[in-house]
């Protein structure tokens, strides 16, 4: 069993895995402000609450888009586990091949996730992860990593909206009943929900006719459930699809205890 993290610019996914299982898996609030300490402390609580034994902890993963924090995550991790954690790059062993101008300019997550769909599903591949922003990884028949589109995340968009429309409130993340709003919730929730779906298949349709093939779609991240019933293409959803990313690449890549 390995202690794996994920850490994006809003949350970090933590969670524990082995070949067979997801032990657990939880969200945290990115905090840029914590030491390493208090890291560890939260690390060593999410152990104890959900009953995993340290002993059964063989070592440890992380994959972060947040550069500042990397560093005390990782020294976290060493204190809780006793295992350097093996740090997710472009230079690493995973397997992919890119077709990108630069695969350093790659975040981390979007490897880790492009590995498990490898390892799970038969290319061509287009790959939704829907978090502070919203990412299409496009993986073609041959196998090769031919690029992203990125766009701001679903509560990224609605959060702008807030904060520089004043007579906009804050909604509920949700379908309302019809796609033509009937009031200024619905409105805003029927652009958020139905215009978030109605781009994932139009992405969808664009990447396929760009390709010459239909493609597998994976959808990941905490809103793509509630955008995916309306889609209408189908759309596979994978919850756990980041830690079984990072099984495999610490499979590729471990180290031994300190």
């Given at each position: 069993?390995?202690?794996?993290?994920?850490?994006g610019?809003?949350?970090?996914?933590?969670?524990?895995?082995?070949?067979?299982?997801?032990?657990?898996?939880?969200?945290?609030?990115?905090?840029?402000?914590?030491?390493?300490?208090e890291?560890?402390?939260?690390f060593?609580?999410?152990?104890d609450?959900?009953?995993?034994?340290?002993?059964?902890?063989?070592?440890?993963?992380?994959?972060?888009?947040v550069?500042?924090?990397?560093?005390?995550?990782?020294?976290?991790?060493?204190?809780?586990t006793?295992?350097?954690?093996?740090?997710?790059?472009?230079?690493?062993?995973?397997?992919?091949?890119?077709?990108t101008?630069?695969?350093?300019?790659?975040?981390?997550?979007?490897?880790?996730?492009?590995?498990?769909?490898?390892?799970?599903?038969?290319?061509?591949?287009?790959?939704?992860?829907?978090?502070?922003?919203?990412t299409?990884?496009v993986?073609?028949g041959?196998?090769?990593?031919?690029?992203?589109?990125?766009f701001?995340?679903?509560?990224?968009?609605?959060?702008?909206l807030?904060?520089?429309?004043?007579?906009?409130?804050?909604?509920?993340?949700?379908a309302?009943?019809?796609?033509?709003?009937?009031?200024?919730?619905?409105?805003?929730q029927s652009?958020?929900?139905?215009?978030?779906?109605?781009?994932?298949?139009?992405?969808?349709?664009?990447?396929?006719e760009e390709?010459?093939?239909?493609?597998?779609?994976?959808?990941?991240?905490?809103?793509?459930r509630?955008?995916?019933?309306?889609?209408?293409?189908?759309?596979?959803y994978?919850?756990?699809?980041l830690?079984?990313g990072?099984?495999?690449l610490?499979?590729?890549?471990?180290?031994?205890?300190?």
């Amino acid at each position: 069993m390995i202690l794996a993290l994920d850490v994006g610019n809003t949350n970090i996914v933590v969670g524990c895995i082995d070949e067979e299982n997801v032990f657990f898996e939880c969200r945290l609030s990115t905090d840029r402000n914590k030491t390493e300490a208090e890291y560890a402390v939260l690390f060593k609580n999410l152990l104890d609450i959900y009953d995993v034994d340290l002993n059964a902890i063989d070592g440890a993963i992380i994959s972060s888009v947040v550069p500042p924090i990397t560093n005390p995550l990782k020294n976290a991790v060493f204190t809780v586990t006793g295992y350097v954690p093996v740090e997710v790059s472009v230079d690493m062993k995973h397997g992919l091949k890119f077709n990108t101008d630069n695969p350093h300019e790659l975040g981390n997550d979007l490897i880790v996730v492009a590995v498990a769909a490898m390892d799970k599903f038969k290319p061509p591949l287009t790959i939704f992860d829907l978090g502070t922003a919203t990412t299409i990884s496009v993986i073609d028949g041959d196998g090769i990593f031919r690029g992203v589109s990125i766009f701001p995340g679903v509560k990224t968009a609605m959060n702008a909206l807030f904060d520089n429309a004043s007579q906009l409130p804050a909604i509920k993340i949700e379908a309302p009943k019809s796609v033509i709003g009937e009031n200024t919730i619905e409105s805003m929730q029927s652009g958020a929900v139905f215009g978030n779906a109605a781009m994932m298949d139009g992405m969808i349709d664009r990447i396929e006719e760009e390709l010459g093939c239909k493609t597998t779609v994976l959808a990941t991240g905490g809103l793509a459930r509630f955008l995916i019933p309306h889609c209408r293409h189908e759309i596979i959803y994978d919850e756990e699809i980041l830690l079984k990313g990072l099984w495999q690449l610490y499979k590729m890549n471990k180290q031994n205890k300190i």
